[in-house]
């Protein structure tokens, strides 16, 4: 028999000795949360990377009036693409990476409750995105037509239909962002199962970490909310493929339903989003504030109040539709209170800051911004609320301001806050703090340099998605302004990456707790050990770490 | 600081259980399926008599009463063999196990009887009108729900009858179980919109 030049079994490495193949074979077969935690991360960071490009072109072709950097179709296909980009294949992965590595650590679990479950949920959302991305080269189909897609990010009927949308790249967004979703459902129920059957020993409810508490309600949020757009997603290939009249106007159907079931899912969504970045900054702003976080029953309602609230406000993306003034009525006032928990939760931040001991560490100096950019924010949104000034703005650069302010100059704040933070347990090593001040700085001033302008822009009347506008209108000199903020953003994010990179190699060894923090993933080595806990632990407090370090006060005497 | 409060010794951590991991993912499975059902049932009700030409539901709908016996009493016969494992009577499990698949491909029969009969006889396809998209969605995706828990319940049939120790499973039967009567309790919802209210 002809010998076999390949090995059948993995062959044993010995001691000491690197493979690039054995490397490989760990990290695509492995099970553990926290690899599956880091390439979830590392994932979204790349296509943070490829959809900020896509931002790039878009703010210089809009720079100059008149702007040529890129033609029509292709302006099309860029916000397309960016915005289902960051939505499905950056926002939704780091839910999923961060609730899985740190969900385990933080409850004093060994793994998640379903490991090869988790493993399957990552590789079938990598395969949404390339799907998703294959349609650059495979989009056309076999009518010639079209290339990546270009319907916008919700999609909207008749756009999708097969009378406007040409060739098969509908069809990569449909099945693309459809079987991502197979696995942000997959990783959602695995985080709840986890938090629900893996505590460990005297971690109740009431004593589970604010994180962890955060990202339960997040994924709840996504079992309820995904499965529609799934179904709006079927129906849609339905009328694609077998000639259904789902959103087919002509014979019956209706466009504004494919409008209604988008948001019955895209609502929820935003605050899928938003919802890390309160996880974050409730675990970050105690520890830096030296205080324990105020009024936790209160924050811990406040989500869950988010959470049942916003999945009845999805009309409010639709005022403009003309849908009855009872409507209209009913998703003002709706959205308007969840203006109030999320108000519980800024004084609650603010509250857990004020007379503390503050360390304005990098982490802490992106949740102090957050606190800020998250506040005009939320101000934006309650005036978009409000129906009649809806119609003046809808649809126009104000939306736009208004929802990169909560996503970038709001989430994407506190996530770099978390990365910084979870760093050294992450790697071992610490961060370089002068970079990241840096970085904070300039990406604060590049944010607010892009970001505001778009409010005054959509004042002066520029609508969203534009291709380009004529001299003359006033847009000029705020559109040059929020193109600008590029100067300070790249290299702010560059600064970033390079800081990572170079400190998961030389950084300074940190120890297990360098911020001598209060929740269980301080109390093991940097980085984990496969099995997380020696021993597992046992809990008597909302802050075990703090009760071991503090015999002599712990804080189970006070609950 | 009080001496008293010092020395107290720190509270003891009783009997520590949890849910078992296994039910509360099967439970979050289903809450993630209604939703998607949801949806569907949505639609379906949203779309009713605003279709603009025929065939029309009240034309061309019987009801099938005799498929929707055979699904819920294959969700009574699978209690029984559930029963019958948890007793450790594993012919007993089997016979009912079988009768549990009976049913349902006769649930499966009728359905495929009746999409034949409205596609040959009646002229109703997905793309004929706003009744034929949404009724072949709605059922079509309870059928594949149920296409699915057959092929599950032909896998536990099959390895218990090749001598697998199916009694060691009860847990997974039961999981098996809880899934099939979700198939059930949606085929109720969908025989309520489809075939009483929409008709």
């Not at chain 1, 049942?308 to 709706?334: D, E, P, Q, R």
């Not at chain 1, 559109?479 to 953003?489: D, E, H, P």
């Not at chain 2, 040959?120 to 059928?143: I, K, P, R």
Request: glycine fraction near 8%; proline fraction near 6%.
């Amino acid at each position: 028999m002809a010998s076999i030049d390949y090995p059948l079994e993995h062959p044993p490495v010995k001691e000491g000795e690197f493979s690039f193949s054995n490397h490989l074979y760990e990290w695509v077969s492995t099970v553990d949360h926290k690899r599956l935690g880091l390439m979830y991360i590392v994932t979204a960071l790349l296509f943070l990377v490829v959809a900020g490009i896509m931002a790039t072109v878009i703010r210089l072709q809009l720079a100059f009036p008149n702007g040529h950097v890129v033609d029509p179709d292709t302006y099309n296909r860029l916000f397309t693409m960016h915005g289902t980009t960051m939505v499905f294949l950056v926002g939704m992965p780091f839910v999923a990476g961060l609730s899985n590595y740190l969900v385990p650590l933080m409850i004093g679990a060994r793994d998640m409750a379903f490991p090869r479950m988790n493993a399957f949920g990552f590789w079938i959302f990598l395969f949404g995105g390339f799907l998703l991305y294959f349609s650059y080269i495979g989009g056309s189909g076999l009518s010639g037509a079209g290339s990546a897609p270009d319907v916008g990010w919700f999609a909207y009927a008749p756009l999708t239909s097969r009378a406007f949308s040409r060739g098969a790249s509908t069809d990569y967004w449909i099945l693309g962002i459809l079987v991502a979703g197979i696995g942000s459902i997959a990783s959602a129920i695995n985080v709840i199962v986890t938090t629900l059957s893996m505590r460990c020993p005297g971690m109740t409810l009431a004593r589970m970490p604010m994180f962890v508490w955060v990202m339960l309600i997040d994924s709840w949020l996504i079992i309820i909310a995904l499965p529609p757009l799934s179904a709006a997603q079927i129906m849609l290939l339905i009328d694609r493929f077998l000639g259904g009249n789902f959103f087919n106007t002509q014979n019956g159907g209706s466009a504004v339903l494919w409008q209604h079931f988008f948001w019955i899912f895209g609502h929820p969504e935003v605050y899928i989003l938003i919802f890390p970045a309160f996880a974050i900054l409730s675990e970050v702003i105690p520890i830096f504030s030296r205080k324990p976080i105020f009024g936790r029953p209160a924050m811990v309602g406040a989500v869950a109040a988010i959470g049942f609230i916003s999945l009845g406000v999805w009309a409010h993306h639709m005022f403009a539709v003309g849908m009855t003034s009872w409507s209209n009525t009913f998703f003002t006032a709706s959205t308007m209170i969840v203006g109030i928990p999320t108000g519980i939760k800024i004084f609650n931040w603010t509250a857990t800051m004020y007379g503390g001991k503050i360390r304005l560490a990098t982490p802490m100096l992106f949740c102090c911004a957050f606190l800020f950019q998250f506040l005009i924010a939320g101000l934006t949104g309650i005036m978009l609320a409000t129906g009649p000034f809806d119609w003046q703005l809808h649809d126009s650069y104000f939306v736009v301001g208004h929802f990169h302010f909560t996503l970038v100059a709001g989430l994407v704040f506190a996530l770099f806050a978390g990365m910084y933070y979870w760093f050294p347990k992450v790697s071992g090593r610490m961060y370089h703090e002068k970079m990241g001040k840096w970085h904070f700085w300039l990406f604060l001033i590049g944010v607010e340099l892009t970001f505001v302008p778009m409010h005054f822009l959509g004042f002066l009347g520029m609508p969203r998605r534009i291709y380009t506008y004529e001299a003359g209108r006033g847009w000029e000199f705020w559109n040059l302004v929020a193109t600008s903020g590029l100067i300070f953003q790249i290299p702010a994010t560059a600064l970033f990456v390079w800081n990572l990179l170079i400190s998961s190699i030389k950084g300074e060894r940190c120890g297990d707790d360098p911020w001598d923090a209060w929740t269980l993933e301080w109390s093991i080595p940097s980085p984990p050990p496969e099995y997380n806990f020696e021993t597992i632990p046992e809990v008597r407090s909302s802050r075990p770490l703090w009760d071991l370090k503090n015999p002599n006060d712990p804080d189970w005497r006070f609950e | 600081m009080d001496t008293a409060l010092n020395t107290q010794a720190p509270p003891v951590i009783g009997e520590w259980r949890l849910p078992d991991r296994g039910t509360m993912g099967v439970i979050f499975l289903i809450v993630t399926e209604s939703a998607l059902f949801t949806i569907f049932v949505v639609a379906y009700i949203v779309y009713i008599g605003r279709s603009l030409s025929g065939p029309y539901p009240k034309d061309v709908l019987d009801l099938p009463i005799l498929a929707s016996i055979c699904l819920l009493s294959s969700s009574v016969t699978i209690v029984f063999a559930e029963h019958a494992l948890k007793r450790n009577r594993v012919g007993l499990f089997k016979a009912w196990w079988f009768a549990t698949i009976l049913l349902g491909l006769e649930f499966l029969l009728s359905t495929g009887l009746e999409w034949r009969k409205l596609i040959y006889e009646d002229h109703l396809t997905v793309s004929t009108n706003l009744f034929g998209t949404t009724f072949y969605a709605l059922v079509g995706l309870h059928a594949s729900h149920v296409i699915v828990g057959l092929i599950f319940l032909l896998l536990v049939m099959l390895v218990s009858l090749f001598g697998f120790p199916i009694h060691t499973q009860e847990r997974r039967v039961k999981f098996l179980s809880w899934y099939w009567h979700f198939v059930d309790a949606v085929w109720i919802v969908v025989f309520t919109v489809v075939y009483v209210i929409g008709r």
